[in-house]
């Protein structure tokens, strides 16, 4: 597949399409039950840009560099080309160097089929890094020198770092290290473009909160403004609330793969019961789930479908009603999630398909929701040892 060819969408359908090819490495992201419009929908708000495929910070630098020399000799599809060899150049220079924490590519070398322009070509129009609303193709050629010309700055369809003349030469050296007048300009991208959201809230602190949490909403927050503790708290309802409904579905997978007499996976229908039931505990411990008012969470997404926020409720509600008991044996919601089930995939349903049944491992988007914190707290991290970077 080309670049042209993968970026030639909208930027909604990029990221669509990134993320797909991330769900198979990472079963805690698949959207059995259709929720994926609210959970990509928050972790919009939280992290604008971030996808659950980004690895590494400065790619945000190097990218745009790799086509402004691209431009410095090409137009149209020339251009992509030549950016193009430039990240390829670009990759088995960090590979070579040994800088392969984060690495796209780093098993595949140059024959990499998804370079990361278009990993991380959403992100670098959200923080204006790529001033217009493009694709790859349609970004202009350049005169010699115009990358660092002042006089040509305004008219650039990028707002970038000067480009080194050492480039890409100098990433054998630096590798994803920022150095501190890198990180300085990604975090004022990130907190100008993005002010509203936990991104920002934490690149705006005088100092980064310990990032080594499981969970988003583990951070300090006592800094941030209401709106965002708000939002952190519906983050952090809707991941517990939905996490039973995730449990109860991959019971009810395990009690089918056990009626097939199929025996890969070992007794997943008692490990799944057994973490349905600390899942309830769990639940009914917190201070805020059982009373948990949503209202708060649909004025967010009006345009959020009506089965969809339909099946949240009736889910939320009919935990509620069941009290401190485990959802496990109730017979009301063991339907409402094998019809939704079967709603969002169809023939594809491994309650009602065998064949899918058989490929089942054992999990199936059994991991409780974490709205791309992993990679934005790499995001995060990378820019933190950056700005700390003295030596830089």
Known sequence: MSLIAWLDTSAQEERRMRELVALFSEPGTLDNLGIGQIRDGLADLLFPGISTVQTRARYLVLIPWTFQRAALRKSGAALVKAADREQREVLLALREAGHT??????????????????????????????RHDTRPQHLPQSRKGEANDDEMHDTSPWSTLPLPESFPADVTDQGFDLSVAEANWLRERIVVTCDSSLLAHLLSQPTMPDLDVDYLWHLD?????????????????????????????????????????????????QRYRSELSQWSEQYWNHPLAPKWDRSRLWSRFPAISPRTRQFVETWIDGINDLGAGTPADSVDLRRLVSDREFQNKGAQSRLTNEKQLRLWQGASGASRLQFRWPQASQILSDISEGLNNAGA
């Open 101 to 130: 924490q984060g690495l796209i590519g780093r098993v595949a070398g140059a024959a990499v089929r998804v370079l990361p322009s278009a990993i991380y070509w959403n992100a670098l129009q959200t923080y204006r890094i790529l």
């Open 221 to 269: 927050l006592e800094s941030a403004p209401q709106e965002l503790h708000d939002l952190v708290e519906d983050t952090e309802l809707f991941s517990l609330a939905l996490h039973g409904a995730s449990l109860l579905y991959n019971l009810m997978v395990g009690e089918a793969y056990e009626r097939q007499e199929l025996t890969s996976v070992e007794a997943p229908a």
